[in-house]
């Protein structure tokens, strides 16, 4: 199995903002955030924008996918993910099929593409995947017609999540680049990281990414980003703190001592508040472990924008829903 550094620093490096980039997503597939321009990163922020103006003005039901099927395979558990894309899908009046590899003919031994295939010859002409395995969503869209959307793959990337991240933090600060973005924790095994680091470096801002040596691949300084391994150091320079979950389930060793001393130096609580910048903006992608990356009362405070983010991800969903639908038109 290769190490994520070795998968991290064989990717290509990064397309640098173009003024010559499309104003047209002409993609099939939302695969990863390595490789938008800084237009196309964008062209999805500001169409999610728009749906989230249209909602609040009392359009909730859009027609943008009406005949349109929409299949969400989850073969991950998921909570955020799943909803909304379910949900976004709804609001641009798609029809919707949820599959979870639990229960599912998976058990007696149908393959990953042979599942897939089947769901697409029902009908379904986009699909919304998330699964273990690295590079499970380019498998799919190597061998199947319809679009596909990645909702998180193994330790490589899910880009809605980096964009809804980013939405949010353009939300309340009015832009990205010049902003300094400190992203916390298990950076080894974090798709949400990688995500992060290709979107918000792509629209230029700084960051940095924060936690035990054990959790930061090495040479991960040739993605662009700064390296701590002091979060006290950190926190009073940056704008953003996004605390990322430490990924127990994808950790075949012990990556620290204890849970208790994680939180002590990487958990983010009131004292670390306080000694940061009176805007600075809190993130978390969730699910939260209450006490290890963050306290409660950090998690609901007032610098939190943890359920802005939630709300903001139905709109993201929607931008990459129709943006896709709409180049399959063309
Ligand atoms: N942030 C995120 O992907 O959450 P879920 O696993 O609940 O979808």
Redesign the pocket.
């Known amino acids: 199995m290769p190490r994520v550094v070795d998968s991290i620093l064989a990717m290509p490096t990064l397309t640098p903002p173009s003024s010559t980039a499309p104003l047209v997503w002409n993609r099939r597939h939302l695969l990863g955030l390595q490789g938008l321009s800084a237009a196309e990163l964008n062209l999805i922020l500001d169409r999610a924008a728009e749906f989230k103006r249209l909602h609040a003005a009392g359009h909730t039901k859009l027609d943008h996918l009406k005949g349109v099927t929409v299949g969400n395979l989850f073969f991950e558990?998921?909570?955020?993910?799943?909803t909304s894309f379910s949900l976004a899908a709804k609001r641009l009046s798609a029809d919707t099929v949820d599959f979870t590899a639990s229960g599912s003919s998976l058990s007696k031994g149908e393959t990953f593409i042979d599942t897939a295939r089947n769901i697409e010859a029902m009908g379904v002409s986009q699909m919304v995947v998330?699964h273990s395995s690295s590079g499970a969503p380019h498998h799919l869209a190597r061998h199947l017609n319809a679009g596909i959307i990645n909702?998180?793959d193994g330790t490589h990337e899910?880009p809605t999540?980096g964009l809804l991240d980013i939405y949010t933090i353009r939300e309340h600060r009015g832009r990205i680049a010049g902003l300094t973005v400190a992203l916390v924790g298990d950076i080894l095994h974090s798709r949400?990281a990688r995500s992060n680091i290709w979107g918000l470096t792509t629209l230029g801002a700084r960051v940095i990414v924060c936690g035990p040596a054990t959790l930061i691949p090495p040479e991960i300084e040739r993605l662009g980003v700064e390296v701590s391994h002091n979060l006290d150091d950190v926190v009073p320079r940056t704008d953003v703190i996004n605390l990322l979950r430490i990924q127990a389930e994808r950790q075949r060793s012990a990556f620290f001592p204890s849970i208790y001393e994680y939180a002590h130096f990487f958990g983010m609580n009131g004292d670390r508040v306080r000694r940061a910048r009176k805007d600075v903006l809190i993130l978390a992608?969730?699910?939260i472990n209450r006490g290890v990356e963050l306290t409660p009362d950090v998690a609901d405070g007032d610098r939190s924008v943890i359920l802005d983010q939630v709300t903001n991800g139905l709109f993201i969903r929607m931008a990459g829903l129709a943006l896709l639908h709409e180049a399959s038109q063309t």
């Open positions: 558990p998921s909570t955020r993910t799943k998330r909702a998180g899910h999540q949400v992608p969730g699910p």
